[in-house]
Structures are given as C-alpha cells and as structure tokens.
C-alpha cells in the first residue's frame, strides 16, 4: 500500500515529467508545434488560417542579365501566414505572387507580373514553419527610376499584401562605375543556404557572404568592404509601474550607439574591366551577436582624386542562436519576468546548473497552474514569444522590445492598422 508522502511525491514527479515534456516543445518547437487539431474557415472547408498580420521578406534590386538591364526580385514567403486547405492526406495552399513597376512620379503600369504558385504539405505541423520559402524572378526594363510594388494574394482567404519602395536601375555609361546590387546569404545549421533579406538573423548562421556587383566604368577599380560593430542595449522592457522602470526601461536607452563603431572586417579588391558586369564575393565567416553595419565604396586606384564614397550600407542585427525560437533554458527563464513577481523573478533568474534552472522553471508554473494546465500555457506563452520575435525585433530580440512585451502579456490585439 502506498502511503499519503509516497503518493504525493508519485504525484510531483508525474507532474514535472509533464512540464519537461512541454518544456522540449519550447525549446525546440517555438510556434511551430502546435494542436494537431486543424482550425475551420469560415466556408467550412478545413484549413489554417490564424489571421493575423501577413509577413514576407523582399529584396529588390538592380541587375543585367545577358546584356538586358531590369531587376531582380526575391521574395520569401513563410508557411505560418499562407492558409493550407485539406487535399485528401496533404494540405495545399494556392497563393499568386505579383511584381509591378511603375514610371516613379507617374501614374503609368510599365511591367506587370504574376507567378501563380501552390504550395503542398503532408503533416499540419508543417503549416506553421516560420522558415520562408523563396522565390526569384528577373523583370527586364530599361535604365530609369521606378516605383517597384511586389506582394502575393492568398486564394484561401482574399487576403494580401504588398510591398512598395522606389528602385533607380541605372544606365552603363563608359567610365562611370555604377553599383547594381549587394546581395547576403548564410548557411544554417540544417545545411541549406538562405538570402539574408530581413535586417537581423541568429548567430548559428555560418559562412556569411556578401555579393557585390557592379557596372564597370572601362578601367580598373577598387572595391572597399567594411563591417563594423557597434554597442547596443539588450535590455529587457519592464512593465509600467515596476520599481526598475526608471533605470532598466528599454524606452529610457538609447538603443544603438553609433558613435563608437569597432571595426571587425576591412577588405579590398581591383577588378579589372573583361565583361559589362562584374560580380565579387567578401567573405564575412560567422558573425557574434551584435549590431553590426556593412557598406561598400568604391574608386577610381592611383588618381589621387577620388575619394572612396559610401555607395551601399546595410544594418543589421544578429540575434541569439535559434532565432526567432529560443534554444536554451537560459534563453526561457528571463522571457518570464514579464508575468513573474518580484521574488520569482528574483528566483527564476538566480543562476545554477541547467538542472537547478530547470527545476525552478517547473515550480513556477506547476505553483499557479495544474500540470495539464500548465502545459497548455506554457505552449500559448512560448508562441507568443517566438511570434514576438518575429513582428517586433529590431536591434534585439522582439520579446526585449515593449511591444513584444505587451504582445506577449496581452496577446495579439483583435484589430490594428499598419503605416
């Protein structure tokens, strides 16, 4: 017979046995694991629509193809914002890309492209990736200035949305050096090569290289590759009304601090003048978490008159390993003093071994919660973090920000408007 002590120490560990479980499911899964259960739409068919803002990364710029000026276009679209609908055992999601250009300061179409696409999944959890799948095309125009609009429609549920921004594609002119384009791209941890689009990405990103390509003016030329670092806040918001407000509020610093750059990586080459367009690589290698700020000049070598001038500069910000996930138990615990008292948090945050860590990370929801229960939040908590991560992070990650803090207290609002 099993005592009153036994029972109730049988019944502890059952409940941490469930908490470890979800815990994984933060550690590893982010939004990405979620009910199996596949929600309805509105026409009664079974799909995924969550609603929601639309997201996808863009980048366009200015190319030659075979002797033909236009753009380039790269667009990446992530699973977690298109609506699958059930196709006997798979799920299918039709959605139509699009890029136009405009004459700029002029109400003329001048190209006009739509790419149909569909994309087909065989589990649900694949309809909640956040990795975005990318698409590139090539729109031929001449040399001038445009008004550029790429988006996509989802067929599902008549949303869409779009992107606009002015592009200038300049003309080749002998002995002028015109830059076309300086394009990233990264190796993650899976293997794959991605473009890097978006201004910030995780730290366990490898072989970061940069691609430079440019109009060559009939002569030799210099190219200039800089990346700097600078200092930035990494602060955590804190909820209005708490004691700290008044020293550790993310509103009360001053974010980047760009009069103190350290430069981490200067290189330079000569190209010489054998075709129109000439491409380069500069190899960047792994980069640290930080806020760093890469530019391209370029000049004219042995003139003694001109100066390199700055042609190309992109911030970005690279975030913690896993991004937009977060990876380690580390990374978990301060997430939480957000929804913590003072004496939680104080404990959450003491330190320890990962098992320490872990154990008080269980005591705190199985104190407010049933096991079952806290399951269920903790997954609703650990999706309104990654989600977070994704809308909201600039040069940190977006559940430092205040609106991810208020994001992820609040949830998301019922309505808003975007400018």
């Known amino acids: 017979m099993i005592s009153v002590p036994q029972r109730s120490r049988l019944k502890t560990q059952a409940a941490y046995s469930v908490i470890g479980v979800v815990l994984g499911d933060f550690l590893l899964c982010g939004t990405g694991c979620r009910s199996a259960r596949l929600p309805v739409l509105m026409d009664g068919g079974e799909g995924t629509d969550r609603g929601g803002r639309l997201r ?15 753009i380039d276009v790269t667009v990446g679209v992530a699973n977690d914002v298109l609506v ?22 002029e109400d003329r179409i001048l190209a006009d492209t739509v790419l149909p696409r569909v994309r087909t999944v065989a589990a649900y959890e694949a309809t909640q990736d956040w990795v975005p799948e990318y698409c590139k095309f090539f729109l031929a125009l001449p040399s001038g200035e445009y008004e550029i609009t790429v988006g996509f429609r989802d067929l599902a549920s008549k949303r869409s949305a779009s992107w606009i921004r002015t592009l200038l594609l300049p003309a080749a002119e ?14 993650t941890p899976g293997g794959s090569r991605l473009p890097l689009l978006l201004p910030h990405f995780p730290a366990d990103y490898d072989s970061v290289e940069a691609s430079v390509t440019l109009l060559l003016p009939g002569e030799p030329i210099d190219i200039w590759f800089t ?15 708490a004691p700290a407000l008044r020293q550790n509020s993310s509103l009360a610093h001053r974010g980047v601090d760009y009069g103190q750059p350290d430069t981490v ?41 001109v100066e390199p001038v700055d042609v190309f500069r992109r911030d970005i910000a690279v975030l913690s390993p896993g991004f937009p996930r977060l990876s380690s138990l580390e990374e978990i615990i301060p997430t939480h003093s957000y929804i913590a008292s003072d004496e939680e948090r104080d404990s959450l945050l003491a330190g320890g071994s990962p ?21 269920e939040k903790i997954k609703l908590y650990s999706q309104r ?5 994704i809308v909201f992070s600039t040069y940190k990650e977006g559940w430092r920000t205040d609106r991810g803090m208020v994001f992820i207290v609040l949830g998301p609002p019922l309505r808003g408007t975007e400018g």
């Open 385 to 389: 973090v990654t989600e977070s991560n």
């Open 174 to 187: 002998r002995g002028k050096a015109r830059l076309l384009s300086v394009t990233m791209t990264a190796a």
């Open 56 to 70: 996808f990364e863009v980048q366009v710029s200015a190319a030659w193809h075979a002797d033909t000026s236009g």
């Open 84 to 105: 699958f609908v059930r196709n006997g055992e798979k799920s299918d999601a039709e959605f139509d890309m699009f890029v136009r250009a405009g004459a700029s300061k």
């Open 355 to 375: 098992v320490a860590l872990r154990r008080r990370f269980e005591e705190f929801w199985l104190a407010h919660f049933s096991p079952q229960e806290a399951k």
């Open 227 to 241: 990346v700097v670092r600078y200092p930035s806040d990494t602060s955590i918001a804190t909820p209005i009304g």
């Open 265 to 305: 990586l200067f290189s330079k080459k000569t190209l010489t003048p054998g075709t129109r367009v000439a491409q380069t690589l500069f190899g960047i290698g792994k980069i640290p978490k930080g806020v760093y700020r890469i530019s391209t000049s370029f000049g004219l070598p042995l003139s003694g008159v």
